[in-house]
T-cell receptor, first 116, second 113 residues
Framework: AQTVTQSQPEMSVQEAETVTLSCTYD???????LFWYKQPPSRQMILVIR??????QNATENRFSVNFQKAAKSFSLKISDSQLGDTAMYFC?????????????FGQGTILTVHP | KAGVTQTPRYLIKTRGQQVTLSCSPI?????VSWYQQTPGQGLQFLFE???????NKGNFPGRFSGRQFSNSRSEMNVSTLELGDSALYLC????????????FGPGTRLLVL
C-alpha cells in the first residue's frame, strides 16, 4: 500500500515571499502520478500541479513548481511570490499507474497562511 | 464547461437513517471517484465508477455503496448512519480515471446526530 506523508502541519509566509511545502511518499511502484491540490476555506479542492513519475523534468505552473526526487521519494511544492489567495490547506496526493483506477492517496495536509 | 456538481450541499440526518448523495461529473468525464474527508482520518477514497461499473473500492464497510448511471452521474448511499459518518463527502471526475487530473465538486457536508 502507498502512503503519503506531509511533515509540516502548518506553515506561514509573508506576502511576496517564497515558501516550500514538503511531501514524501512510500511505494514500490515505478509508474505513478503525483499531485498537489489546494483546499481554501470554501473547501473546494483545486489542482495546483501534476507530475508524471516517468518524466524527469520538474513540473511548473506559473508561480508553482515542484522538486521531484524519485529516488528519495520526495515531492516538494515551491510557491513563489506568495499571494493572500494562496492561503489554503495543501494536499500532496499519489496515484498508481495502471489498475488503481480513480484512487488518489492523500497526505494529511499542510495549512498555509499568507500574511500581508 | 460546467464543473462537477454535488447535491445536496448540506444534510442533517439521525443515527440509523440512510442517505443518498448525488454527483454530476464534467461533461465527457466517465470516471467518478468518491472521497470522505474528516478531521481525524483526512481524505479517504471510497470507490470509483466508470461506465456504470465499480472498478475500485476503498476500505469502507458495506454500508457505503454507490452506483453510476449511463450519463455518468453517480450516487453514493450510506445506510444505517453512524455518528462517525459525519464528514465532507467529495466526488471527483476525470476522463478515464487512469492518472489524469481529477476535478472535484464542492462537496456534501453530512452531519449525523
Amino acid at each position: 500500500a502507498q502512503t503519503v506523508t506531509q511533515s509540516q502541519p502548518e506553515m506561514s509566509v509573508q506576502e511576496a515571499e517564497t515558501v516550500t511545502l514538503s511531501c514524501t511518499y512510500d511505494t514500490s511502484e515505478s509508474n505513478y502520478y503525483l499531485f498537489w491540490y489546494k483546499q481554501p476555506p470554501s473547501r473546494q479542492m483545486i489542482l495546483v500541479i501534476r507530475q508524471e513519475a516517468y518524466k524527469q523534468q520538474n513540473a511548473t505552473e506559473n508561480r508553482f513548481s515542484v522538486n521531484f526526487q524519485k529516488a528519495a521519494k520526495s515531492f516538494s511544492l515551491k510557491i513563489s511570490d506568495s499571494q493572500l489567495g494562496d492561503t489554503a490547506m495543501y494536499f500532496c496526493a499519489f496515484m498508481k499507474r495502471g489498475t488503481s483506477y480513480g484512487k488518489l492517496t492523500f497526505g494529511q495536509g499542510t495549512i498555509l497562511t499568507v500574511h500581508p | 464547461k460546467a464543473g462537477v456538481t454535488q447535491t445536496p450541499r448540506y444534510l442533517i440526518k439521525t443515527r440509523g437513517q440512510q442517505v443518498t448523495l448525488s454527483c454530476s461529473p464534467i461533461s465527457g468525464h466517465r470516471s467518478v471517484s468518491w472521497y470522505q474527508q474528516t478531521p481525524g482520518q483526512g481524505l479517504q477514497f471510497l470507490f470509483e465508477y466508470f461506465s456504470e461499473t465499480q472498478r475500485n473500492k476503498g476500505n469502507f464497510p458495506g454500508r457505503f455503496s454507490g452506483r453510476q448511471f449511463s450519463n455518468s452521474r453517480s450516487e453514493m448511499n450510506v445506510s444505517t448512519l453512524e455518528l462517525g459518518d459525519s464528514a465532507l463527502y467529495l466526488c471527483a471526475s476525470s476522463i478515464l480515471g487512469s492518472g489524469e487530473t481529477q476535478y472535484f465538486g464542492p462537496g456534501t457536508r453530512l452531519l449525523v446526530l
